[in-house]
Structure formats: structure tokens, C-alpha cells
């Protein structure tokens, strides 16, 4: 494992729960979650306008600049070890002398996915890279655990989720606990220890699994999601997580239905759940077990966002970061959707913003006329919070994994 750095006296899990949870807003209150009850507007960026697109095609705001870490089949930089093809679902964990490692899932079907990791110095160097959970099928998103751990989650009817060592040195462990069918992404409640669990599947589900034990996901209760009035949810247990007497969605009657879950992040109380088939984001009150609809780009004209997918919440700013699918009629975007904290005098709250934070220019991503076209996936922050990473995950057919720089903000 990568070990902490103890002459801060900080544990493993200290350090890395601090890159997952935002504690920061909590201390704003219960009027700032309120704030969230009312859905997303267009807005400008708070980074300013797009550039001209880069040497790398990317057009940035001001101030920021971007480099290639990887490229599917081929050696990563300094390194001997040839990088995975179809990059999709990431994260990062901080290491004692400083750096951090980059873990990337490998979307690849019939037993050909898996993960690998990318370890930087703390000048940002590529020192190291290596495999860490080998012999899946089509990993696509997963999450961090607040214990330092990466669950890669199997996008196959039969689906696992597998708890992974970002350092490459332990074996990574199915945990069939959890559920088998077909996965997308998943996120701990640093608070509770439960899991949640995106279903990337048109009438999908909404998962939590309730560990026996403390930052232990062998064993469990999973259950599903029903939503009553007002969003008001309630969890259901699932008779039978292997799914043998039937798909697990359909074992419980009045199951809420998502139209394709993907992208699922915790962040300070609340669940973000992204949903493909009708672009929108979801948000679940851990605390309040209410769900409802934070962005909606039918409520939106020209909506600058669609076919949302993976995302991921900046711990300096709480922003959420959201990555499009291959769909719409100008893919290749990551949006920002930006709650807006209460100002004295506000007599209602203010609606969080949307905008584009980035696009992906030139050929090297597909026709989206086609099916020879890339996705937009894996967003992530290295632990300080000012290194953005993301894959397109079919560029140049292979795919390319980024990196973003620049001057990301703090909260308000």
C-alpha cells in the first residue's frame, strides 16, 4: 500500500479521506443543502472563456495547460510497462514521500480489462506503472474508499465489484456482497461506511450495501432504492445479490427505475448519481434519505451539458465536474455544475450554475455520426487538488489519458 506520511501524524486513511470528502462544507449548514433543492442554470464558467484549442486539442480557460500521461498500447513515459487500452473510470491516492498514484480502469470486454496505476513523484514526474487487478471484463467506473483502496466495478451482466491496491503489492478481492449485475461506479460514505452503487442499464437501480463490518465489504446487506413522495427514499433489502433466482433490479417490486446510472460520487452528505439516457444529475441527502434532480437539461435552453457520465467533486472548491458520453451534437465536454453558497439577504436559495469547463477538439476522437467515436470519462483530482486528470477513452482508437494544470479555486 502507499504508505502516509507519518511525521504529520496522519493516517493512511486520513490522508486519503481528505481527497474524497470535502468536510470543509459542512460547516456551512443546513441553509447550504437547502441551496441544492433548487435545479441548475445556465451560467458562464466562473474559469472565464475557452482558448483556442492547444497542441494536445484541448481549449482550456486562461491559465490553464495540459499534457498526455498515457496512450493506450503503448510504454507510458519512463516507464517499461505498456498502458491499458479504453482508459475509463479513476482516481488518485497521495503517498508518503509527497507524490500520488493515478488508478484507471480498462473497459475491455471477455476478461481483457482490469486496472493499472501511474505513481508520481512530488514534482509531478512519472516514476512508476504497473497493473493492479488483471483477468475482469469491462471495468468501467468504480470509486475511492476513504481507507485508501480502489473498487473497479465490472459493466457486464454478471458484473463484480473488485477492491484493488493502488500500490500493485496485495491481490485485488471480489466482493460478490455487493451485488452481481452490471455495474458502473461506486462511492463510500465516509461518515457510515455504506457503500452506493450506480447500474449502468436502462431501467437500472440505485444500490447501497451496508458492510458487516468497518471498512470490511466482504460481507453485507444490499439493498435498492424506492422513492416515494417528495423523494423521499426508501431501502429495500435485495433478497438475492447473486442474482441466480433473477436480475437483482427486478427482486423487489417498485424499485425506482434510473435511466442508466453512471458517474456516482460522495461528497459531504450527498450522493451525486449521474444518469445517461436523459442527462441528468441526481443528488441523495445521506442524511435527509431524499433524492432529487439537481441538473436537468430539459429545464435548460441550449443546455450546455448531455449524456452525463463520469464525475467527481473538487475538494478545494466543491464544484462538481461532470464528463460527456459520446452523445449529443457536441460531445467531448467537462461541464461544472457549481452550488452557490447563501449570501446575506437572499430570501430563497440560489440555483447552483452550469457550465463548460473544458472541450476535446480534432479528429483523434471519432466522428460522432459514427460509432467510431470516443467518451469522455475518468475525471479525478490528484490529492492537492490542482492536477485534473481524465481519459478520452477511444482517442486515437486506443485511447490517451490527460492531465490539467492550472489555477483551480478554493471555496468561497
Known amino acids: 500500500m502507499a504508505a502516509a506520511d507519518n511525521s504529520e501524524g496522519l493516517s493512511r486513511r486520513e490522508l486519503v479521506g481528505s481527497g474524497v470528502a470535502a468536510a470543509g462544507l459542512l460547516a456551512l449548514g443546513p441553509e447550504f443543502w437547502e441551496a441544492l433543492a433548487r435545479p441548475a442554470r445556465r451560467a458562464r464558467s466562473p474559469y472565464g472563456p475557452l482558448g483556442t484549442p492547444d497542441s494536445n486539442g484541448l481549449r482550456l480557460p486562461s491559465g490553464f495547460t495540459s499534457r498526455v500521461i498515457a496512450r493506450g498500447a503503448q510504454p507510458v513515459a519512463g516507464t517499461t ?24 480502469n480498462s473497459e475491455v470486454p471477455n476478461g481483457e480489462g482490469g486496472a493499472s496505476a501511474i505513481r508520481f513523484d512530488s514534482d509531478a514526474n512519472i516514476t512508476d506503472a504497473y497493473r493492479i487487478l488483471s483477468g475482469t471484463s469491462s471495468n468501467c467506473a468504480g470509486g475511492p474508499t476513504p481507507w485508501g483502496t480502489w473498487l473497479s466495478c465490472e459493466e457486464v451482466d454478471d458484473g463484480l465489484v473488485w477492491e484493488c491496491d493502488p500500490d500493485g503489492i496485495e491481490d485485488a478481492v471480489a466482493h460478490p456482497a455487493m451485488g452481481t449485475f452490471k455495474h458502473e461506479a461506486a462511492c463510500i460514505d465516509s461518515r457510515t461506511g455504506f457503500a452506493y452503487l450506480s447500474e449502468d442499464i436502462g431501467e437500472g437501480g440505485l444500490y447501497r450495501f451496508r458492510p458487516k463490518r468497518d471498512e470490511d465489504l466482504s460481507e453485507g446487506r444490499l439493498e435498492i432504492a424506492k422513492v416515494g413522495k417528495r423523494g423521499a427514499v426508501e431501502w429495500v433489502r435485495v433478497p438475492d445479490p447473486s442474482g441466480v433466482s433473477g436480475p437483482t433490479r427486478a427482486q423487489v417490486p417498485g424499485a425506482a427505475r434510473f435511466a442508466r446510472g453512471e458517474g456516482i460520487w460522495f461528497d459531504s452528505g450527498t450522493v451525486y448519481l449521474a444518469t445517461t439516457s436523459d442527462s441528468r444529475i441526481w443528488a441523495y441527502d445521506t442524511r435527509r434519505e431524499r433524492i432529487r434532480v439537481l441538473y436537468d437539461p430539459e429545464k435548460i435552453k441550449n443546455p450546455p451539458l448531455t449524456d452525463v ?104
Not at 510497462?81 to 507524490?99: C, E, K, L, M, V
Open 309 to 412: 457520465d463520469n464525475i467527481t467533486v473538487a475538494k478545494r472548491s466543491g464544484d462538481l465536474y461532470v464528463c460527456e458520453d459520446n452523445g449529443g451534437d457536441d460531445p467531448f465536454d467537462i461541464a461544472i455544475i457549481t452550488p452557490q453558497v447563501p449570501r446575506p439577504g437572499d430570501r430563497r436559495p440560489r440555483a447552483p450554475k452550469v457550465a463548460r469547463f473544458m472541450k476535446l477538439t480534432g479528429p483523434q476522437h471519432g466522428d460522432p455520426d459514427t460509432e467510431a467515436v470516443s467518451e469522455v470519462a475518468g475525471v479525478c483530482f490528484n490529492p492537492a487538488g490542482d492536477r485534473l486528470y481524465f481519459s478520452s477513452q477511444r482517442a486515437a482508437v486506443t485511447g490517451i489519458t490527460y492531465e490539467v494544470s492550472g489555477p483551480f479555486r478554493g471555496r468561497p
Open 81 to 104: 510497462y505498456i498502458w491499458h487500452i479504453f482508459p475509463d473510470g479513476g482516481a488518485t491516492y497521495r503517498t508518503s514521500d509527497g507524490g500520488w498514484i493515478l488508478v484507471s
